[in-house]
């Protein structure tokens, strides 16, 4: 099959696919405000990850997670954007495994983000799912 002749979704997956894309664009949406103001915990949790206490790096951060993540939330640059969340979340990954976390709870959360994403993603696009056949 190729990318033009996409099979249909089935009613489960696509509203699947869209539950697991709401869990990512609301915790995103969360993560980015909050870096907004900045709030204090955020840049006193920055601190201890080794970066600055600049309250416009916490808000550079929130913006590009918050467009990343319209990106992702629109079905036309849907790809787009869990293309740059997956680099978002690689860097928080990269901070975690500098900062010596714990592996399963803070280093590999934004491992699990990325499969919720792609998981979602996966499930409601047909395109998608024809470009990466799980199965024949």
């Given at each position: ?76 640059t849907s790809v787009l954007g869990a293309i740059l969340l997956t680099a978002y ?48």
């Amino acid at each position: 099959m190729s990318i033009s002749q996409t099979a249909p979704v089935s009613s489960g997956a696509l509203w699947a696919g869209r539950l697991l894309s709401t869990v990512i664009v609301l915790f995103m949406i969360f993560d980015g405000t909050i870096k907004l103001p900045p709030l204090d915990i955020v840049t006193q949790t920055m601190v201890q990850l080794g970066w600055p206490a600049d309250p416009n790096v916490a808000r550079m951060l929130g913006i590009i997670g918050l467009i990343s993540t319209a990106l992702y939330a629109l079905p036309r640059t849907s790809v787009l954007g869990a293309i740059l969340l997956t680099a978002y979340m690689g860097g928080a990954i990269a901070t975690k495994v500098r900062v010596d976390s714990p592996l399963f709870s803070h280093t590999l959360f934004g491992v699990y983000l990325g499969i919720i994403l792609w998981a979602g993603l996966f499930l409601r696009d047909p395109k998608l799912r024809a470009l990466i056949p799980f199965s024949r």
